[in-house]
Structures are given as structure tokens and as C-alpha cells.
């Protein structure tokens, strides 16, 4: 009986989340992309997931890795170096036009490859100087794209990249409307349906690393490093594997935001959004994949909720608070409150810290 009902829900989750980019639409692209963004932190949050909570490695730099893949796709799918080196000009003379199938494996092979080297030098490392380097990290990667506009402009650096092509595959062009049956599909429509089919591999990739010897090393490297390196496991080379593993999934994310945008500035890659990314994997519940999903719609679809509130708001202040400020005091008030009344998140996993409850009992 339990079996079915399991697959009811499911099927009724599957029928939901198909038909929720058409009821949107009907209400304007907007909210659309408000799902589409969603889709995509949980994407960052699946992927920082295995990094804090399977390994237990806190990392306050993963926005880093979403910046590179975002840059790789916006170099490789834009006028940029083609218009600034004549050789790649010469090279391509009709441009850097990446397909679909190159840009995921690239975006995850070359964020991974940044995890490794991220990952090398802080394997002594654990708690706050782990936070305190990691959040360095993020702010070099930042801080070179910034800049790295002189003596070679590669980057473009504060001005970003623009003109970056949006996502072909099989004839399809994702930056286009699409008429099916009559029916129009905006083109955040099409990436809404992009975005949750890479969610859903991500999720079925991480569940099966849970339930792996890989999973359940890391998560012996959680609870207690030094008995796991006692009992024979290659703390080292696992942790390497968490951050290279995890940095993978925030490289496709940047490509698909690259796409998706048509437009990238280091801006978008800054200090608060390896927070916001941090908070979301909290919130909803350390290492439980389906608390991790909650944390990260709520809090990617929080602040554009907000906004209904913060106007009413400002208006009755006479307009001496700022809307954006005030979207923040709100969203800061409400994690406050559900950290309070619920301090392992909204849906922890049920079992974190098991075999430390069976030692002490």
C-alpha cells in the first residue's frame, strides 16, 4: 500500500511540475523565470550538498566554481575573443558558436578540475580556517575576473560579457518560441523543462552517491575524521573527490545561467550568494536531498515574494526604507525564526547523527 502510494505521488509531482511553467506563463515570464532561477540554486544547492553535507567540509567559496562555469560558456558562446584576438577570429571565422553537448561536460570537467586544486591545499584543514579559505577562494576567482581586462582582456572585466548565444540542441533553439498543438511555449519555458531535467539527473546522481561505499565514507569522514582514517579510509583522496565532485554540478549551473541571462558580469558572483547557497543547504536540511530542494526554492523564490510585502511597506514609511534593504531585513527575520523553532532545518534527514545517538546509548 505504502509502495503505491509512493508512486501516485510521485506521478501527481511529475504532472505538477510539467504543467507549472504553462499555469506561469499565464500570468506573466516573470514568474517563470522566478521558477527557472529556483531550479537552477537547486542545482548549486545539490551540488554544495555533497561537499558539507556528505563530506562535512564547510565551503564558503562554491560560488567561485559557478562564476568559472559561467565565464567558460559566456567566452565560448559570445563574440568576445573573437572580436579581441584576431587569431581565434581567424580560427572561427563564424564565431564560437558551443552546442549543448559540449558545454555540460566542459563546464563540469573544468569547475571539477578548480575543486581539485581548491580542494588540495586545505586537506589539513577543517571548521572555520576550512570556512575562512574556501571564502578566499571565492573572492580571488571574483577579484580576477574583475580584472582580467589588462594587458589581455579576456574577461572583459567590470563591463562583463554580453551577446552570449542562448542553448541549441537537435534544431532547438531555447532563446525562441516554440507553438506545439497550437499552444505557445515561451522561451523561459523551454529552459524551465532544460533546467528540471538537469535537476532531476543531479538528484538521481546524488541519491545513488548517498547510498554508495563513496557516500557512506564521506559520511564517516562527517561524523568523526579520525576514526574514519582509522578504520583504513583514504580521508585525502575522499575529500578531493567530495570538493571535485561538487564543484561539477556549480560549473554546469553557471553555464546554464550564462545561457540563460545572455549576459554575465562578476557582479553576479559575489560574496552573498556562496552565503545565500550555504543557507539554503542549512535551512532545508544538512545532507537530506529532499530538505536541501526545499531550502533552495524557498529561498531563491523568497526575496521576488517579497517584493509584494517590501512595496506596501516602503509606501508606509513614506519611502524612508529602501525596498531591497527592507526584502533583506524580512528574509533575515524569517530564517532567524524557522533556525529557532527548527535548528537541524525545515527537513532534516533523519539519519544525521544516528550512529552518535547508538554510541551513547
Known amino acids: 500500500m505504502k509502495q503505491q502510494q509512493k508512486i501516485i505521488t510521485f506521478f501527481l509531482a511529475a504532472i505538477g511540475l510539467l504543467v507549472l511553467p504553462l499555469v506561469l506563463q499565464s500570468f506573466g515570464n516573470a514568474w517563470v523565470r522566478i ?3 529556483a531550479l537552477l540554486f537547486v542545482l548549486l ?17 562554491y560560488v567561485a ?17 573573437t572580436d579581441t584576438f584576431p587569431v581565434i577570429a581567424q580560427m572561427f571565422p563564424d564565431g564560437l558558436h558551443t552546442p549543448l553537448w559540449v ?22 584543514l577543517r571548521g572555520d580556517y576550512l570556512a575562512i579559505v574556501t571564502l578566499g577562494f571565492g573572492e580571488i576567482i571574483r577579484v580576477f575576473l574583475n580584472n582580467l581586462d589588462q594587458p589581455f582582456n579576456i574577461t572583459n572585466g567590470p563591463k562583463g560579457v554580453s551577446s552570449i548565444d ?27 523543462y532544460l533546467f528540471l531535467a538537469l535537476v532531476l539527473i543531479s538528484i538521481v546522481i546524488c541519491h545513488r552517491l548517498e547510498l554508495s561505499r563513496v557516500g557512506r565514507a564521506w559520511m564517516a569522514i562527517r561524523e568523526d575524521e579520525i576514526a574514519a582514517k582509522a578504520m583504513g579510509i583514504n580521508t585525502r583522496n575522499l575529500k578531493l573527490l567530495a570538493f571535485g565532485m561538487g564543484a561539477t554540478f556549480g560549473g554546469v549551473s553557471g553555464a546554464m545561467f550564462a545561457a540563460f541571462q545572455g549576459f554575465i558580469s562578476p557582479e553576479s558572483f559575489s560574496l552573498m550568494e556562496s552565503v545565500m547557497i ?13 530538505g536541501v530542494i526545499l531550502g533552495a526554492v524557498l529561498l531563491s523564490a523568497l526575496p521576488e515574494v517579497l517584493r509584494y ?42 539519519e544525521h547523527g544516528k550512529s552518535l545517538q547508538n554510541v551513547k546509548s
Request: no cysteine; aromatic share 8%.
Open 103 to 124: 558545454v555540460i561536460p566542459a563546464a563540469a570537467g573544468l569547475a571539477g578540475l578548480f575543486g581539485v586544486l581548491l580542494g588540495a591545499p586545505t586537506l589539513r
Open 35 to 37: 521558477a527557472d532561477m
Open 278 to 290: 550555504v543557507a539554503m543547504v542549512v535551512l532545508g536540511g544538512v545532507g537530506h536531498l529532499p
Open 166 to 192: 542562448s542553448l541549441h540542441f537537435f534544431g532547438l533553439d531555447l532563446g525562441k518560441k516554440m507553438v506545439v498543438g497550437g499552444f505557445e511555449l515561451a522561451s523561459v519555458s523551454l529552459y524551465y
Open 45 to 61: 544547492s545539490l551540488g554544495l550538498n555533497i561537499v558539507v553535507g556528505y563530506a562535512g567540509l564547510l565551503d564558503l567559496g
Open 309 to 350: 510585502v517590501a512595496g506596501p511597506l516602503q509606501d508606509m514609511t513614506g519611502g524612508r526604507l529602501d525596498a531591497s534593504i527592507l526584502r533583506q531585513l524580512l528574509i533575515a527575520l524569517a530564517m532567524i525564526t524557522v533556525m529557532l523553532m527548527r535548528p537541524r532545518g525545515l527537513w532534516p534527514s533523519p
Open 65 to 81: 566554481f559557478f562564476a568559472i562555469g559561467a565565464y567558460m560558456f559566456g567566452l565560448m558562446a559570445s563574440p568576445h575573443l
